[in-house]
């Protein structure tokens, strides 16, 4: 008998190279293995006839090979065989079907063989009907297992591994099933409980069922059951780490501080505008949990330009006036002399120090006692250069994740930590990446905000674009352009893009431009914004390094080359650097050469003002494979639940993975779970050890 971890060596007819193969594939257990899920199944029960049209959904069809022929044109090679359908009929209807340069097929495919395909048929235009490269399966009929597990069933085919195809896969899944007993399959968590009753066994599903059945399912609705028992038992395994990472940020002891201090009242009524109920409303959270006496752990997100920095500048003062320092961490340099510059003019009125600390301005040190600290991320682990404070506020870029902040949370002590996000985080993203984290919304704009006018433009406006940016310096405005260079670091990307600051200088001279990339020194970069502030800069021709936060209220026109380059929700970002004063303001984004088609996909923009519409629109683009690529965040991975689709599930998992781990916060009872719980923590600080 097999077990539930047992290498695959032990597995029938397995060789050293067949497992090397595996191993390579990342599989190395009969674990490993049972979680190798298919990435379709085919109705093999019954086979329909075979299609006498074109059709837009997949066939599974069973035929005779009656044809082969191969047809090399130069280096190009056709294969061409002829499937035709098993039948009593005189004139049996068959098919085509193609494959182009794939040089084995004629060793491997030949007449009078029994064979399966899927793929979609189309249309011959001289008649007829063709599958271009479809997938294909020979069956080999006297063989005793075709009847048994590849046929007459509704049948997995799993991503091939090395030498491993998915006919090999099948078999050998289904032949480790047959040696495991359902007893060795664990159950992480009876999540089961919630699961409808299935009809044929009356009892609810277990692990062991859902396993079995999202292999080899006796029907697609019975699929369907396995995926989403499966789908609820890994979201809850995530929800489970995230809970208990939120538990090990929020359970220690942080210092006091409450909002009834004259400091804080005589700061807000000193502001030159009222605080929005948004505003007001995410102050009392952030106050009820620094009153506490636990650490808070809590991420703040709003759109641009929703008056995130005033929040965080008001609970920063809470601490200061309970005698704490506090700290703000910014993801670039220019950001943190900004914050810096803002922040001196709000506090030194009221006699508190502001100091800035990036990697290259360490000194500086001011007077002892509770004061201001503004820097870099990178200074977040190194909390004695900022003098321990009690209330970190991390201004994040996407770097920031679920590692660097167990990495934050593993500091003793641990201090108040408030995560502010530049973009609106859809909520699938809110309850993964950053399912630690309480969560607070700034859902309203400060009032009389001018609306931003967007334009999606191809590459051949850009003379009309350049006329219309030079109309507006000509008023009195400032204007950012936006060149993206994928790859800063390289010295052919930062000529290319010094050749292009070179041409707009020409363009719109004689207004001063000024060239503003990654590659520059800290103090060179103050200098060159400094001078756009006061405005002796007309215009900043810029990398991405303005997308977060820089605030200049003159600054009227933003206009982005190669703007298909971009994310959706990137844009909207660099769209909030203008419309911050009472002036109309303009983003043009503009095509590069040969890019028209891609435009598309940035017309959102020009509709959608709302950042959560199109931080939505843009994980529906991409995919949230990349944003929950687990390598990076390491959290186990989401491989059946499909989101954002699975959104319930993934609340329902959250509130069942908090509920568990306040009742039984040392898994005791949970023997298993305790297992992978351990299992991924692991994984989650090795990538910050
Ligand atoms: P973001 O959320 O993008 O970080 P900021 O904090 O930079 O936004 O705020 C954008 C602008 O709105 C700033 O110029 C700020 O002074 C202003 N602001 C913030 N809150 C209010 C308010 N309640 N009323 C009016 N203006 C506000
Ligand atoms: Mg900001």
């Not at 859902?210 to 789908?231: C, G, M, N, V, Y």
């Not at 320092?325 to 943190?336: E, R």
């Not at 959608?608 to 995919?623: M, N, S, T, V």
């Amino acid at each position: 008998m097999l077990r539930w971890d047992s290498p695959l060596a032990e597995l029938p007819r397995m060789t050293a190279a067949k497992v090397r193969s595996l191993h390579e594939g990342g599989l190395f257990t009969v674990h490993g293995l049972l979680r190798h899920y298919p990435r379709r199944h085919e109705d093999r029960k019954k086979f329909p006839s075979f299609p006498q049209a074109a059709g837009s959904s997949p066939l599974c069809l069973r035929g005779t090979v009656t044809a082969t022929k191969a047809s090399y044109f130069g280096r190009r090679m056709q294969f061409t065989l002829t499937l035709t359908e098993n039948s009593d009929r005189v004139a049996a209807a068959s098919v085509q079907c193609r494959w182009f340069n794939v040089r084995y097929l004629p060793k491997i495919l030949t007449a009078g063989q029994d064979l399966i395909i899927h793929g979609r048929p189309r249309a011959l235009k001289k008649g007829g009907i063709v599958f271009d490269h479809p997938d294909f399966e020979v069956l080999e009929t006297d063989a005793a297992d075709s009847a048994l597990i590849h046929l007459n069933r509704i049948a997995p085919v799993h991503p091939s591994i090395g030498t491993w195809s998915p006919r090999m896969l099948r078999r050998l899944i289904f032949e480790t099933f047959a040696q495991l007993s359902d007893q060795d399959i664990p159950q992480l968590w009876p999540c089961t409980q919630a699961e409808p009753v299935t009809a044929t066994t009356g009892r609810t599903l277990t692990t062991a069922h859902a396993l079995r059945a999202i292999h080899f399912p006796e029907s697609l609705d019975k699929l369907e059951a396995a995926r989403t028992h499966l789908a609820r038992e890994e979201l809850f395994e995530m929800q489970c780490v995230l809970a208990r990472q939120r538990a090990r940020q929020t359970g220690g002891s942080a210092p006091l501080i409450t909002r009834q201090s004259p400091l804080l009242a005589k700061f807000l009524k000193s502001l030159p505008y009222e605080l929005t109920a948004a505003q007001k409303r995410v102050l009392a959270h952030i106050f009820d949990d620094l009153a506490t006496g636990h650490p808070m752990n809590r991420l703040l997100h709003g759109d641009v330009g929703s008056g995130k920095t005033i929040v965080a500048a008001t609970a920063m003062l809470g601490a200061v006036a309970a005698g704490h320092s506090a700290a703000l961490m910014a993801p670039t340099q220019v950001l943190a002399h900004q914050h810096y510059e803002n922040f001196r003019k709000l506090f030194e009125p009221l006699g508190i120090p502001v100091v800035l600390r990036t990697a290259a301005r360490k000194e500086k040190s001011g007077p002892a006692g509770p004061r201001i600290v503004i820097g870099t991320h990178a200074l977040l682990f190194a909390p004695d250069t900022v003098g321990r404070p009690a209330l970190v506020v991390i201004d994040e870029q996407h770097k920031f994740g679920v590692r660097q902040r167990a990495k934050l949370s593993a500091q003793k002590p641990h201090p108040h930590a408030l995560v502010m996000s530049a973009t609106p985080i859809p909520r699938t993203l809110a309850l993964t990446l950053y399912g630690d984290l309480d969560l607070s919304l700034l859902d309203e704009m400060p009032p009389g905000r001018v609306p931003i006018r967007t334009l999606v433009r191809s590459h051949e406006k850009l003379d009309e674009a350049a006329a219309f940016l030079r109309q507006k310096l000509d008023e009195g405005r400032q204007a950012y352009l936006v060149y993206p260079l994928i790859e800063e670091s390289t010295r052919t990307a930062l000529k290319a893009a010094t050749a292009e600051y070179e041409r707009w200088r020409e363009r719109l001279a004689p207004h001063a431009c000024a060239l503003l990339h990654g590659k520059l020194k800290a103090d060179e970069k103050d200098a060159i914004m400094q001078s756009f502030r006061t405005g002796q800069t007309r215009v900043l021709v810029s990398t991405t390094v303005i997308e977060v936060g820089i605030d200049v209220a003159n600054a009227t026109v933003l206009l982005v080359e190669n703007a298909e380059r971009f994310g959706l929700a990137q844009l909207h970002q660099l769209r909030g650097r203008v419309g911050r004063g009472a002036e109309k303001s303009w983003c043009i984004l503009l095509a590069g050469k040969d890019a028209d088609e891609k435009l598309d996909r940035l017309q959102i923009l020009e509709q959608a003002a709302d950042g959560f519409a199109i931080a939505e629109a843009d994980l529906a683009i991409r995919g949230p494979g990349d944003l929950l690529g687990t390598a990076q965040t390491g959290l186990p991975p989401v491989r059946l639940a499909k989101l954002p689709q699975d959104l319930a599930l993934l609340e329902e998992a959250r509130e069942q993975a908090r509920r568990l781990l306040s009742s039984d916060p040392e898994l005791t009872r949970h023997a298993a779970l305790r297992g992978r719980l351990a299992y991924w923590e692991k994984q989650l600080f090795a990538g910050v050890a």
